[in-house]
């Protein structure tokens, strides 16, 4: 293996036998480059495969009520959530104080 200097990149790392014939090595690295493409196109497809699956909001909403209700600390939460959303607000007055 050889570094190019004047053609290609700086660094890059050529084999000897590619820079013969410019034509060969194109296609020989864009072979190369569809099949390191369909392995991570395959390991995509994995990761996708162990997601659980899309949930509507209405869902994600009925588990968290559900959750609430099963919650010994049921009294700290309502509690957090109105805290909170009294907060908002004060919020909203201290940006548009400050635009």
Do not use: C, H
């Not at 309502?78 to 805290?83: G, K, P, Q």
């Amino acid at each position: 293996m050889e570094e190019r200097s004047g053609a290609g990149q700086v660094g890059e790392v050529v084999d000897a036998a590619d820079s013969a014939d410019p034509a060969d090595s194109v296609e020989a690295q864009l072979d190369r480059l569809q099949r390191e493409s369909e392995q991570r196109r395959a390991e995509l497809r994995a990761i996708a495969a162990e997601l659980p699956e899309a949930r509507s909001r209405r869902q994600v909403v009925a588990t968290m009520a559900r959750d609430a209700r099963v919650n010994a600390d049921v009294g700290d939460i309502v509690t957090r959530a109105f805290r909170k959303l009294a907060r908002a607000p004060r919020a909203i007055g201290r940006r548009l104080r400050r635009s």
